[in-house]
């Protein structure tokens, strides 16, 4: 169980349900892989504006321009990391290098031993999304998700996928590791968006 803090000004952010923790919890599926950063790849496939598949290895993905954003962090287990500061490359600079198709409408985010979430485009793109290389301007630690994870913000942080391999551009929605097992295709934190069973009609695949 994790430890619960004293309420503070930063509880009014909180979405409902969710509590701040003591400390920043770790929580993953599976083990932690090794970086091998003369191997490393980060593929963009699927639904690509030129047919092709993208390729970038590690220098050329880490040499791409920079961002930071500060946002907090809602895991679907209760707990909610305020503030946190995270840099890296966003996003919105990946789909300009490597752009989608115009009738894309979702993508998957792709991690190391076949993990995946899926996201529409409009939460892929947006200002905060980006694929985080530090946290408080520090590389991010091996079992946070090192050298590159996905930080999706705004939604429940399964969708901010650890050990980002790949990007997959769909025309159609399909779901994802946790998706499949029972969680919300969207994942809305203030809508308390957590499991399959409350969706909605649209609000998940056909």
Partial sequence: ???????????????????????????????VPRFRPETWQLHVMGAT???????????EFSALPRTTVVADFHCVTKFSIMGNEWGGVSAATLMEVAPPAPEVKHVMIWGEYGYSANVRIGDFDRAQTMFALELDEKPIALERGFPVRMIVPHLYAWKSVKWVRA??????????????????????????????????????PP
């Avoid at 004293?6 to 083990?31: A, D, F, K, M, N």
């Fill in 1 to 31: 169980m994790v430890e619960q803090s004293e309420p503070s000004w930063e509880e009014p952010r909180l979405p409902p349900g969710q509590y701040v923790p003591r400390g920043r919890p770790v929580i993953h599926y599976g083990r």
């Fill in 49 to 59: 504006a030129s047919g092709e598949q993208h390729r970038f290895t590690w220098p």
């Fill in 167 to 204: 990007v997959e551009y769909l025309l159609e929605d399909r779901r994802g590791f946790w998706e499949e097992r029972g969680y919300h295709n969207i994942a809305d934190p203030w809508r308390e968006q957590r499991y399959s069973y409350q969706e909605e009609a649209g609000e998940g």
